[in-house]
């Protein structure tokens, strides 16, 4: 779910509030395209929004959570941007504790429904191995969807000037993982991911970002005795996102953040599972299948 604030100095004024099955960047474009977002560019804002800066947020709340939700706001509130609105009011705004006591407002609905996917999201999580343990099958995984490998992963990325020699011109799908050294048999892999437009760019944003910097957290020197190793392939697209997407459903990668931003601190050394384990688990020759129709079509 997310919400659009219209915000003048340290006054914050909810005008719309919306919830997408896409991702937030896809939506945002779009409502930049020919949604609320272009009508704030365009000056077509409800009388005395005109002057204010808009900004977004956005929760990790998905689904029907999200729905639910975003239900209750629209009944309790008259959102400008939601209803058509042509006047915003910039009266005073009631302080939290107030509104809290006050207001005819379902709270213990709202509890229910995030506590509900708070659940939710706790026990998918516990039925998930850690990816770490599945160096094996993913290897297995990617045979079989017949990656055309472009890196293999012999050579460790050190330094922002091992990135260079990534391609620059093209993107895809791409796991990273540690070993202990280049001729290791062990794997773990610790990130999924899918570079839309350029594996060096996307690896150079890992290796300087400081909240999702992969690369930058592997330099930091917190997993001694190991380092960091790239594998991109060709699938891109629709089909790079199917896998991605069963890779995270299926495992949990350790450097990959959840909804509240948390990353997992310990890397998984315990041995790592044969490929069997997986196979008999997991559905994944179904997903195979929906990738090899989408690289036909």
Same mark, same amino acid.
């Given at each position: 779910?997310?919400?659009?604030?219209?915000?003048?100095?340290?006054?914050?004024?909810?005008?719309?509030?919306?919830?997408?099955?896409?991702?937030?960047?896809?939506?945002?474009?779009?409502?930049?395209?020919?949604?609320?977002?272009?009508?704030?560019?365009?000056?077509? /804002?409800?009388? $005395?929004?005109?002057?204010?800066?808009?900004?977004?947020?956005?929760?990790?709340?998905?689904?029907?959570?999200?729905?639910?939700? +975003?239900?209750? @706001? @629209?009944?309790?509130?008259?959102?400008?941007? %939601?209803?058509?609105?042509?006047?915003?009011?910039?009266?005073?705004?009631?302080?939290?504790?107030?509104?809290?006591?006050?207001?005819?407002?379902?709270?213990?609905?709202?509890? &229910?429904?995030?506590?509900?996917?708070?659940?939710?999201? +706790? *026990?998918? *999580?516990?039925? +998930?191995?850690?990816?770490?343990?599945?160096?094996?099958?993913?290897?297995?995984?990617?045979?079989? /969807?017949?990656?055309?490998?472009?890196?293999?992963?012999?050579?460790?990325?050190?330094?922002?000037?091992?990135?260079?020699?990534?391609?620059?011109?093209?993107?895809? /799908?791409?796991?990273?993982? #540690? +070993?202990?050294?280049?001729?290791?048999?062990?794997?773990?892999?610790?990130?999924? $991911?899918?570079?839309?437009?350029?594996? %060096?760019?996307?690896?150079? &944003?890992?290796?300087?970002?400081?909240?999702?910097?992969?690369?930058?957290?592997?330099?930091?020197?917190?997993?001694? $005795?190991?380092?960091?190793?790239?594998?991109?392939?060709?699938?891109?697209?629709?089909?790079?996102?199917?896998?991605?997407?069963? /890779?995270?459903?299926?495992?949990?990668?350790?450097?990959?953040?959840?909804?509240?931003?948390? #990353?997992? &601190?310990?890397?998984?050394?315990? *041995?790592? @599972?044969?490929?069997?384990?997986?196979?008999?688990?997991?559905?994944? &020759? *179904? #997903?195979?299948?929906?990738?090899?129709? #989408?690289?036909?079509?």
């Amino acid at each position: 779910s997310s919400g659009i604030n219209a915000e003048y100095g340290d006054e914050r004024y909810p005008i719309y509030v919306g919830a997408t099955k896409q991702s937030f960047k896809d939506r945002f474009t779009r409502h930049a395209e020919r949604g609320i977002i272009h009508q704030a560019w365009s000056g077509n /804002l409800p009388q $005395g929004a005109q002057e204010m800066g808009i900004y977004a947020y956005v929760t990790h709340y998905t689904g029907t959570a999200a729905k639910e939700i +975003k239900s209750i @706001l @629209l009944k309790t509130f008259d959102f400008a941007l %939601k209803t058509g609105r042509n006047q915003l009011d910039v009266s005073d705004i009631y302080p939290a504790e107030w509104t809290r006591h006050n207001l005819t407002f379902p709270w213990d609905e709202i509890k &229910r429904i995030a506590d509900s996917q708070n659940s939710d999201e +706790k *026990e998918a *999580e516990k039925k +998930k191995s850690n990816s770490e343990v599945a160096g094996n099958f993913i290897r297995f995984l990617l045979d079989e /969807l017949n990656c055309n490998v472009h890196i293999y992963d012999k050579d460790p990325i050190k330094s922002i000037d091992d990135v260079s020699k990534y391609p620059a011109n093209y993107g895809g /799908l791409y796991l990273l993982y #540690m +070993k202990p050294d280049p001729n290791s048999d062990i794997r773990y892999p610790i990130y999924v $991911g899918n570079a839309k437009k350029s594996f %060096k760019a996307r690896f150079e &944003r890992l290796a300087t970002c400081s909240f999702g910097g992969v690369l930058e957290r592997v330099w930091s020197g917190e997993f001694e $005795g190991l380092e960091v190793y790239a594998i991109c392939t060709h699938h891109q697209g629709a089909a790079s996102t199917e896998i991605k997407r069963f /890779l995270l459903q299926s495992f949990n990668f350790p450097f990959r953040r959840d909804r509240r931003g948390r #990353m997992r &601190r310990e890397l998984d050394r315990s *041995e790592q @599972l044969p490929e069997e384990v997986f196979k008999e688990k997991l559905s994944w &020759r *179904e #997903m195979v299948e929906r990738v090899n129709n #989408m690289d036909s079509a």
